[in-house]
């Protein structure tokens, strides 16, 4: 049973988000400007660092708890469709892994669709992460995380590391992903009513903003047809009413079928990517609360006592 709360932010997405989903072409403008206009202030938390990071042609910020104690890094990949949101958006959530980490979380402000189409976020995402390895960050102190379509995102990203051989972070979180960018998942119909954030219609229509010329069957595109195996421990959150319910179902199967470590929990009725509301329902703060201790557990599980930089081949 969700709490009064969580009820209570479902019906004001509801009404200021989803009502306004259901054309069949996206407005990116008028998108963007709603965002920007009604995205969650971050109140004052004196315990968190934000500054710019500007590197190797990328943009973000770094995200870093005051008290920090350790060298940890985690890659966030913040979700919006591939063409809406950024590290600003999603602070909230960027704020409370550093803080309950003790470490740092890189916010990538990757390039957006549809005046930068696929593969460009993916490009971006890599990149990122190869400039941590180059930093001489070991890769037992990286994990990525994303939500969205920035859950999708950190999976390409996860898929293409693997098969260019680099060393895999020693984790992946991933709030409610957007995996099918062919939009095959019988949720989108079965929870259309249900889905306080989303419509089908709006699903459909903006996957091609992000893929553009492409198939959307490629598995860089959408990871949910991608070879999984190889990718480390991951942690997969999702609620029952979402229309995007089944890109998660159907990924942790496929995930455990190729022998990936996955922690997958299905949630009740929730809004899509709850997390970002923390700080006004309880089931935000338990997720992210889980999200963390999962990625301790397997940071302290990919430390062998030896803290070696990681270079480049």
Not at 50 to 55: L, Q, S, V
Not at 262 to 281: A, E, G, N, S, Y
Request: glycine fraction near 6%.
């Amino acid at each position: 049973m969700p709490s009064p709360q969580s009820l209570l932010v479902s019906l004001a997405i509801r009404r200021l988000v989803k009502d306004r989903s259901h054309r069949e072409e996206v407005d990116v403008p008028y998108v963007r400007y709603w965002v920007n206009r009604l995205m969650l202030p971050l109140l004052p938390h004196l315990s968190i660092n934000f500054k710019p990071f500007h590197e190797a042609g990328l943009k973000g910020e770094w995200v870093r708890s005051r008290s920090s104690h350790n060298e940890r890094v985690v890659l966030y990949l913040h979700g919006g469709g591939y063409f809406f949101c950024s590290p600003r958006t999603h602070r909230p959530v960027t704020s409370a892994l550093a803080s309950q980490l003790g470490g740092r979380t890189l916010a990538l402000q990757y390039r957006l669709a549809p005046e930068h189409p696929y593969p460009a976020a993916l490009n971006d995402a890599v990149a990122a992460y190869r400039w941590l390895l180059d930093q001489g960050t070991s890769p037992r102190h990286i994990a990525i995380a994303g939500d969205s379509a920035g859950g999708g995102l950190a999976l390409t990203t996860l898929v293409t590391l693997r098969n260019q051989g680099l060393p895999m972070p020693s984790a992946c979180v991933l709030f409610s992903p957007w995996t099918d960018m062919a939009a095959t998942g019988a949720s989108l119909d079965h929870n259309n009513l249900n889905c306080a954030m989303f419509s089908a219609a709006g699903i459909r229509a903006a996957r091609m903003l992000y893929v553009g010329q492409d198939d959307p069957y490629n598995p860089l595109i959408s990871p949910l047809y991608a070879d999984l195996s190889g990718l480390p421990p991951t942690l997969l959150h999702v609620s029952d009413n979402e229309v995007l319910l089944d890109d998660s179902t159907r990924l942790a199967h496929r995930a455990r079928e190729a022998g990936v470590d996955i922690d997958f929990k299905v949630w009740t009725d929730q809004p899509h990517t709850w997390q970002l509301f923390h700080r006004l329902i309880p089931e935000g703060k338990a997720s992210l609360l889980e999200a963390t201790h999962f990625l301790s557990r397997h940071f302290a599980a990919s430390w062998d006592g030896l803290d070696l930089p990681y270079s480049m081949p």
